[in-house]
């Protein structure tokens, strides 16, 4: 099966979060590029679907579509951080971010 990226997994774009903001580093998240994201859960049932239903050498795929919340990166990040307890803030350049970085809450 292929499908959007599964959230908070190991390389995701999620995990990627966690993982700069444990290591105090800026979140970059451009505007212009979109993702789907699916649950744990809907990942193993996708798979597990395309077991059940498929031959070998089958390729399964959900239909996507906007109405399933295609989202940009930036709103990816944006609702990351307030789910974190943040208030983004949007850097004019890299150097800001880096700058700005160490004036975060300890949490």
Known sequence: ARFANVAFSDGSLLHGFN????????IVAPSDVKRYFVTPTES????LMS??????????FPKLSDEL????????A??????????????????????????????
Do not use: M, W
Request: glycine share 6%; with cysteine.
């Open 69 to 76: 919340h295609l989202q940009t990166f930036s709103e990816i």
């Open 19 to 26: 993982q700069r903001l444990l290591k105090k580093q800026p």
């Open 44 to 47: 193993g049932q996708l798979c």
């Open 78 to 107: 944006k609702a990351y951080l307030h789910q974190r307890g943040y208030e983004p803030f949007i850097c004019e350049s890299e150097q800001q971010a880096r700058e700005l970085v160490h004036s975060l809450p300890q949490q």
């Open 51 to 60: 077991c059940l239903l498929g031959d070998n050498g089958d390729i399964f």
